[in-house]
């Protein structure tokens, strides 16, 4: 059977995983759209060949839902699908922060829902989608999540309780890294190097450790025990790190950005 899939409110991270899933071989007419303005409805039709169509059509028309509008809009997206959803179509929420509990309050009762924190690397295949069921989904309504985000990088299950501290982990996960990579691209420039060669040596050596974090096997500590000689640059680099409380400043960002997270799902915006 032929399973149509809308993207409601297609932007940034709507179209990132329209354009993962059609590479990854589903198929355009299978796939509708739905945008705030007709221009980009006309953008995603004329980049995709997908069919845009309104809210209430798609909620009607498509057997997933998948909702990828900013946090402060989902209760108005909500408000106008509500009398359209039958009880029978998957809703699967990209949202951060808004549990699931939000979207069974306001749809019929029964309605399954799963929430998926996803990472901006899927723009570029590289996600990491973190799935979780709300009361109402079954095993098969969270494989069929984790086919269509798998079509963006990988997907992990976990109990939605653990949603805040994924967001804290992958969600902004990104943003640590590019931040680090900032921040050693301003050491190099101290330490005589011109800005563009700075930053093409860290962010090679980025992918490198990345690659090896993931393809290894080895645990991190042990990859980087490996370029700490006896007497040598790294552990002078490590002392230095260690005694500017880098460690616990990353335990203490983290921390922060989880109580941010439970803050925004109780709805303090
Ligand atoms: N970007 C990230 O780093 C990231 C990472 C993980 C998860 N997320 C989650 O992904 C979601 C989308 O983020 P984004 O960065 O992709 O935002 P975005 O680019 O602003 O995309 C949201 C789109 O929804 C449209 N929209 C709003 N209300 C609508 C409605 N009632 N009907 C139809 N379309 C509507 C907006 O239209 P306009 O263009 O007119 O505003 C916009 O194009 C958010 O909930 C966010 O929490 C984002």
Same mark, same amino acid.
């Given at each position: 059977?032929?399973?149509?899939?809308?993207?409601?409110?297609?932007?940034?991270?709507?179209?990132?995983?329209?354009?993962?899933?059609? $590479?990854?071989?589903?198929?355009?007419?299978? +796939? +509708?759209?739905?945008? =705030?303005?007709?221009? $980009?409805?006309?953008?995603? =039709?004329?980049?995709?060949?997908?069919?845009?169509?309104?809210?209430?059509? @798609?909620?009607?028309? *498509? %057997?997933? +839902?998948?909702?990828?509008?900013?946090?402060? %809009?989902?209760?108005?997206?909500?408000?106008?699908? @509500?009398?359209?959803?039958?009880?029978?179509?998957?809703?699967?929420?990209?949202?951060?922060?808004?549990?699931?509990?939000?979207?069974?309050?306001?749809?019929?009762?029964?309605t399954p829902v799963v929430r998926v924190m996803t990472n901006t690397p899927a723009l570029v295949?590289?996600?990491?989608?973190?799935?979780?069921?709300?009361?109402?989904?079954?095993?098969?309504?969270?494989?069929?999540?984790?086919?269509?985000?798998?079509?963006?990088?990988?997907?992990? =299950?976990?109990?939605?309780?653990?949603?805040?501290a994924c967001t804290a982990l992958s969600g902004s996960g990104p943003a640590y890294f590019f931040?680090?990579?900032? *921040?050693?691209? %301003?050491?190099?420039?101290?330490?005589?190097?011109?800005?563009?060669? @700075?930053?093409? +040596?860290? /962010?090679?050596?980025?992918?490198?450790?990345?690659?090896?974090?993931?393809?290894?096997?080895?645990?991190?500590?042990?990859?980087?025990?490996? /370029?700490?000689?006896? &007497?040598?640059?790294?552990?002078?680099?490590?002392?230095?790190?260690?005694?500017?409380?880098?460690?616990?400043?990353?335990? &203490?960002?983290?921390?922060? &950005?989880?109580? $941010?997270?439970?803050?925004? *799902?109780?709805?303090?915006?």
């Amino acid at each position: 059977m032929t399973q149509k899939v809308a993207v409601l409110g297609t932007g940034k991270i709507g179209e990132a995983l329209l354009s993962g899933m059609i $590479r990854g071989g589903w198929t355009p007419a299978d +796939l +509708l759209v739905t945008a =705030r303005r007709k221009e $980009r409805a006309e953008e995603l =039709r004329s980049r995709h060949g997908v069919t845009p169509v309104t809210n209430a059509e @798609a909620a009607k028309t *498509a %057997d997933t +839902l998948i909702l990828t509008v900013k946090p402060q %809009d989902m209760g108005t997206l909500l408000d106008e699908l @509500a009398p359209h959803v039958p009880t029978d179509r998957l809703i699967i929420s990209g949202a951060a922060g808004i549990p699931t509990s939000f979207f069974e309050a306001r749809l019929a009762a029964g309605t399954p829902v799963v929430r998926v924190m996803t990472n901006t690397p899927a723009l570029v295949d590289e996600a990491m989608s973190v799935i979780s069921a709300g009361s109402h989904a079954t095993e098969a309504h969270l494989a069929h999540t984790e086919e269509i985000f798998g079509a963006v990088g990988k997907t992990l =299950r976990v109990p939605e309780t653990q949603q805040d501290a994924c967001t804290a982990l992958s969600g902004s996960g990104p943003a640590y890294f590019f931040y680090l990579v900032e *921040a050693m691209t %301003d050491a190099g420039i101290l330490l005589g190097l011109p800005r563009d060669k @700075a930053h093409e +040596l860290i /962010v090679q050596s980025a992918i490198g450790a990345a690659v090896m974090l993931r393809d290894s096997g080895e645990h991190p500590v042990k990859l980087r025990e490996n /370029v700490t000689s006896p &007497a040598g640059t790294t552990i002078n680099a490590i002392r230095e790190l260690e005694k500017h409380g880098v460690r616990a400043a990353l335990i &203490a960002a983290l921390e922060a &950005a989880r109580d $941010r997270s439970r803050e925004l *799902a109780s709805g303090n915006n």
